[in-house]
């Protein structure tokens, strides 16, 4: 990390400096839609900052793994077999192949990770491959933090360059449209539920896309409708949906017959990312990914970027494995050295059902694992050193100078290109703003000047 370029920006703060960018900052956060839900969305004063040779390895190392991922899901969408190492549910196994024609099954998508970057320690630990958020939420921090009294100092020191993706989202998402077989300018429609704290960053990618001469409507999926061999929302006909809301959600909520299963069906409406975007999106697949059975699948490039940056994951099943060249015993393995393992659900978001073992009691552990065998979906993911950075903030009256977690995410257009990256802080070993708590901040690449 970029050590004397952070000493150089706290440098230019104090406890004035610091009250007075904090309240610009505060300010600002609500009218340009910079909240989840109801909480700011940032809460220190400092960017990330990354030099760019470290950058250019996280974008280098990213971009192997991802023909890794592309290979395994060529693979489960021939392999039935292989597929089942993923406990898809009955309606993915429906759905999965419905969009079968589009190259690229992930528009855009985003890999969390924890990245060392000095030593070059770069694990992921989830792929976002169904619907990444933050994306609108990194551009706007981003600009805002630009006009900032600190940065205006900061950029006398270090040329800073962002990394804006909502042009680059727009860009992918036409030509997913015409790679489909759409002609002319397409109407857009956010389509996510009407209550989700993520609204905010949802208009704010709308009004990036009407800045750009799109006509775009966010679209509540129970509004819409399918009729005259159209998908329509009220009567906005619509082209493009730029999907948010959770496959799983949308099907349990409205049945496999719902109007975007049927406009997709019939081939009237493209959407983005696909229905088959969820087989790699399940925890599952890194367990898929990292486990001895299947390295035939990979090249020796892939297999060494899995090696290297995929913890050890496993489905949570009653079997014999491989854990750093030791046979074990996967169920007493894991109960047993619970200090060692994270274990989550193969299917949910925001930290929802994680169970650090670390931090779990034995019962507790334990029940988590008996609830995983007996039909809930769990992986076990060996623990990664979570990385802690300091970041300025404004409390109590004064400047805190405080550390961190910090994690590292870079963002994915179609399946296989790195740019821009969600960088979020927390005081917990959970790393999620969803999770109900934390911070996201924009992310920088830097160069010394002279």
Not at 115 to 136: I, K, R
Not at 194 to 221: C, S, Y
Request: a negative charge; one cysteine or more; charged letters at 25%.
């Amino acid at each position: 990390m970029p050590s004397d370029a952070i000493e150089r920006y706290h440098s230019l703060l104090n406890d004035q400096v610091a009250a007075d960018t904090a309240a610009e900052l505060y300010a600002r956060l609500r009218p340009q839609g910079l909240y989840f839900g109801d909480r700011p969305l940032c809460t220190v004063l400092r960017p990330h900052f990354y030099l760019l040779e470290h950058w250019d390895y996280l974008k280098r190392e990213t971009e192997i793994l991802l023909e890794a991922f592309q290979r395994a899901h060529e693979a489960c969408m021939k392999d039935a077999n292989l597929r089942a190492q993923l406990d898809l549910e009955p309606y993915e196994e429906a759905l999965f192949n419905v969009d079968i024609g589009t190259a690229v099954p992930w528009t855009t998508s985003r890999l969390d990770s924890f990245f060392q970057a000095a030593e070059e320690q770069l694990y992921f630990v989830e792929y976002n491959a169904e619907t990444p958020a933050g994306m609108g939420y990194e551009d706007a921090l981003s600009e805002l933090f630009m006009t900032l009294e600190p940065m205006k100092q900061f950029l006398e020191y270090y040329a800073v360059q962002s990394m804006p993706m909502s042009g680059k989202l727009l860009a992918v998402l036409m030509r997913g449209y015409k790679d489909w077989g759409g002609h002319g300018i397409p109407q857009v429609a956010i389509v996510d539920w009407g209550h989700v704290p993520t609204l905010n960053e949802h208009a704010i990618i709308q009004r990036f896309f009407e800045r750009h001469g799109m006509k775009v409507i966010l679209a509540d999926p129970r509004g819409l409708e399918y009729r005259n061999n159209q998908l329509w929302a009220g009567n906005f006909r619509i082209d493009v949906i730029y999907k948010r809301v959770l496959c799983s959600e949308l099907i349990h909520q409205m049945g496999l017959e719902n109007p975007i299963v049927q406009a997709i069906r019939d081939k009237k409406v493209y959407m983005t990312n696909s229905f088959s975007a969820k087989l790699m999106a399940k925890k599952a697949s890194l367990a898929l990914m990292s486990d001895e059975q299947n390295g035939h699948l990979f090249d020796v490039r892939q297999q060494a970027a899995i090696d290297a940056h995929i913890p050890w994951t496993r489905r949570v099943t009653e079997r014999k494995t491989v854990f750093h060249g030791q046979d074990i015993d996967l169920l007493p393995f894991i109960a047993d050295n619970r200090d060692r393992f994270v274990l989550k659900p193969n299917d949910e978001y925001g930290g929802k059902g994680v169970v650090i073992g670390w931090e779990a009691s034995t019962e507790d552990w334990n029940a988590t694992i008996r609830q995983a065998v007996n039909g809930d979906s769990y992986v076990v993911q060996e623990r990664v050193n979570v990385i802690y950075r300091d970041f300025p903030a404004y409390i109590n009256g004064k400047l805190d100078i405080s550390s961190r977690f910090v994690d590292a995410n870079p963002y994915v257009f179609d399946g296989h290109t790195v740019h821009g990256c969600l960088t979020r802080l927390s005081s917990v070993a959970l790393l999620n703003v969803t999770a109900g708590g934390g911070s996201v901040v924009p992310t920088f690449l830097l160069q010394k000047r002279g």
